[in-house]
Nanobody, 118 residues
Framework: QVQLIESGGGLARAGGSLRLSCVAS????????TAWFRQAPGKEREFVSS????????YYADSVKGRFTISRDDPKNRVDLQMNSLEPDDTAVYYC???????????WGQGTQVTVSA
């Protein structure tokens, strides 16, 4: 099994930056497609960004394109999400997830809160 732990959330002002990290522990001998999702209060969970297991393919939601950057550091079993030019609408709980046993994101972290004030 693989466990995912997110960190780096917190409070930021609009226009500021935060860097989220997702560290995998457990059976980490393989590399996995990894994604970040977020869920704002009263809203459904939405896709934010993903990175292919080899780091060569990255996707971003239109709402974060040009502001967020996803990267991976495989020796540290870590995937980061650099968030710049934050907006109040970025306020949400951010989750990382991997495709561990299927072609869907089936393993999730516990989430980290990001709050952006105007």
């Amino acid at each position: 099994q693989v466990q995912l732990i997110e960190s780096g959330g917190g409070l930021a002002r609009a226009g500021g930056s935060l860097r989220l990290s997702c560290v995998a522990s457990g059976r980490t001998g393989s590399r996995y497609d990894t994604a970040w999702f977020r869920q704002a209060p009263g809203k459904e969970r939405e896709f934010v960004s993903s990175i292919h297991w080899n780091g060569e393919i990255k996707y971003y939601a239109d709402s974060v394109k040009g502001r967020f950057t996803i990267s991976r550091d495989d020796p540290k079993n870590r995937v980061d999400l650099q968030m710049n030019s934050l907006e109040p609408d970025d306020t949400a709980v951010y989750y990382c997830a991997i495709k561990l046993q299927s072609n869907d994101y089936d393993t999730w972290g516990q989430g980290t809160q990001v709050t952006v004030s105007a």
